[in-house]
């Protein structure tokens, strides 16, 4: 991949006064990747994407977009564009002038930046709006300004600040589909901040978890899900179930035998690697945990050693599936979804169990 | 409201009205009133407006005055925009400082800064006169003017200027396409109420004129001590009818400039509404 890598950082390291955004980061990003950084607000998400458009310089490190060091490069020589969240309209000029803006500057010819901007505008169906100020347009249509203002340079890599982050929530689903759809279209490398992890694994290829300026994980969606790298990434990326627990030591590749405070010896997959002895954090997702009325004798007969007794706590239904809160004990609050989960009720007694496959072992925190 | 409707309150209203406009109403009829002591009406003529017209002291007045009134919109423009940028990026506290130096200038009487930069330009052997007045002039409106531009300035997303530079645009150009364009009406605007403070001003440009320079309305407050005569009201209505036609071109350049394509409401209102 460092190949043809669109983006690269170097123990790129931004510092505001005391304050460090950003630590030493290595990043690739590849060519025609939609790739995005979440994490929690003032993660250093936003930063990074600003030192990679050059508002921000680093204090250490290196930038290299195709192959070219732009380090020290100020915003107007980077071929890159952004999309702010704010959108950043101008608000002195109509649709047509926002987004010939870049090509004016770039002293494109007349005929061929008519063309350009005509075929930008039409991309994001914004036809029939030219002559419109931004100040007249839906929040959704400025969105698209902003877009077509930075695609209509074609750009090396378009980064994304939250677009999507001033809009309500259906036209935000649908949005997110276009936005899929168009970098498809286009082929051009996307970066993408946001804060919503849904919307960052609905449409990314490769997705980065950043939290206090490092790293966590960078990885295809359902691996950084499945397989999370941090008990700080297991908790961002959707609910997760955490058990505390010390390993015993490893059984063969990526299995192992880890001792669950209050439940016993149990199996679960894990990075490799793993010491014997490490504190570690059991993480099941609440999809992988099965509910089941303790009073079923048939059931009882299959339940496996190991599997834990809790009592309902309450039960939401969503539609689609159900969320089943559960107290067990010592083992504290526990969450299962699912369409198959048994009917059960609150104050109910039941037992919970899941498969060796979908536990996964994380190194505890240390801090 | 039902208040609006209260007969009183229409009342006070023509009052106040009345209390305002009849004294200008007075002025513009007795400029064309034959009986030069405007005691009473002795028929309509239209022979002060010729009088003023061809009166050698009051052209040479409205020359000075107007040069006074554009140098002192140009000074203060270059510094209040200049000033405005550079707040903008400054610190918390060096903004506090620099908006008490504005609003000083606004609140402290005239007299006093007259009077200072009279002693001022007198010790330093700076001469009195046209130049003096400008300074002086600018002292107050750049104060003015700052107000004005920087509350367009703060309506101005900083991101829209990094968007432009991200699109490509130098510094320079960033300034000249993006802070500037969305400046401009501000700039209009202030620089048209410092040409007309400049125009009618008496106490500062009589500070600093010295023997030489005393636009029009020095000229006028000269006039007055010797004779009352209805060439002044001439005048008077001359310079009112100068001055609102200036305020309806620069409401016109407003409406091509920005309001034209947002419908009826829009030139009056954006002008005066920001």
Aim: aromatic share 8%; glycine share 8%.
């Amino acid at each position: 991949m460092t190949g043809d890598a669109t983006v690269q950082l170097r123990q790129v390291e931004k510092r505001f006064g005391d304050l460090i955004a950003v630590r030493s980061l290595d990043l690739q990003v590849a060519a025609g990747e939609f790739f995005s950084i979440i994490g929690p607000s003032g993660c250093g998400k936003t930063t990074t994407l600003r030192m990679i458009a050059g508002f921000e310089r680093p204090t250490a490190g290196l930038i290299e977009i195709v192959g070219r060091d732009v380090t020290h490069l100020p915003p107007y020589r980077r071929p890159v564009n952004t999309v702010f969240q704010s959108y950043a309209l101008f608000p002195h000029l109509d649709v047509l002038e926002n987004v010939a803006f870049g090509l004016r500057e770039a002293r494109t010819p007349r005929a061929e930046l008519r063309r350009r901007v005509g075929e930008a505008i039409s991309l994001v169906q914004l036809d029939g709006r030219e002559q419109a100020r931004p100040k007249q347009l839906s929040g959704g249509q400025q969105q698209r300004v902003a877009l077509a203002r930075a695609l209509v340079n074609r750009p090396e890599v378009l980064l994304l600040d939250e677009p999507l982050g001033a809009l309500d929530l259906k036209l935000r689903k649908e949005m997110q589909t276009q936005l899929k759809d168009l970098q498809r279209e286009v082929g051009i490398t996307f970066i993408y901040v946001t804060h919503d992890q849904e919307e960052a694994f609905s449409m990314s290829d490769r997705v980065a978890v950043m939290e206090q300026g490092l790293l966590e994980q960078v990885g295809r969606p359902e691996e950084v899900y499945r397989r999370p790298a941090t008990p700080f990434v297991a908790d961002f990326v959707g609910l997760a179930n955490r058990l505390s627990g010390r390993l015993v030591g490893p059984t063969s590749g990526d299995r192992y035998e880890v001792e669950i405070e209050g439940i016993g010896r149990r199996l679960a997959d894990g990075p490799p690697g793993l010491a014997a002895g490490t504190p570690v954090t059991v993480v099941i997702r609440p999809e992988d945990l099965h509910v089941e009325p303790a009073g079923d004798s048939a059931s009882d007969a299959v339940a496996t050693a190991g599997s834990v007794a809790a009592t309902v706590v309450d039960v939401a239904f969503l539609g689609a599936h159900r969320t089943v809160r559960l107290n067990a004990g010592s083992l504290g609050q526990l969450n299962a979804v699912g369409r198959g989960q048994a009917m059960v009720a609150p104050e109910d007694t039941v037992r919970l169990s899941w498969k060796d496959d979908d536990a996964w072992v994380v190194p505890a925190a240390s801090g | 409201m039902s208040f609006r409707r209260h007969p009183v309150a229409g009342a006070l209203a023509l009052v106040v009205i009345g209390y305002l406009w009849i004294p200008i109403l007075a002025v513009a009829v007795n400029s064309f009133n034959r009986s030069s002591l405007m005691v009473r009406w002795g028929g309509s003529t239209a022979h002060w407006y010729s009088l003023a017209f061809h009166d050698h002291n009051v052209r040479a007045g409205l020359v000075t005055t107007l040069e006074i009134a554009i140098g002192s919109t140009l000074l203060s423009l270059v510094i209040a925009v200049s000033g405005s940028l550079w707040w903008r990026r400054a610190s918390p506290r060096a903004r506090a400082v620099y908006d008490a130096l504005v609003y000083a200038r606004i609140v402290l009487p005239e007299v006093v800064f007259a009077t200072a930069l009279f002693f001022l330009f007198l010790k330093s052997h700076f001469p009195l006169g046209i130049v003096a007045i400008i300074i002086g002039h600018s002292v107050w409106n750049s104060a003015y003017a700052a107000v004005i531009i920087q509350a367009r300035l703060i309506g101005l997303d900083p991101a829209v200027e990094e968007a432009a530079s991200d699109l490509g645009a130098t510094p320079w150009r960033v300034f000249r396409r993006v802070t500037f364009a969305a400046l401009l009406p501000a700039i209009i605007a202030s620089g048209l109420l410092t040409f007309t403070f400049s125009f009618d001003d008496v106490v500062t440009s009589y500070f600093l004129g010295g023997n030489s320079s005393s636009p029009l309305p020095i000229v006028l407050f000269g006039m007055i001590r010797f004779r009352i005569t209805p060439e002044i009201n001439a005048i008077g209505v001359m310079v009112m009818l100068f001055t609102v036609t200036l305020m309806c071109a620069a409401v016109a350049v407003f409406a091509i400039m920005g309001g034209a394509r947002r419908g009826r409401r829009g030139a009056f209102a954006e002008f005066y509404g920001q």
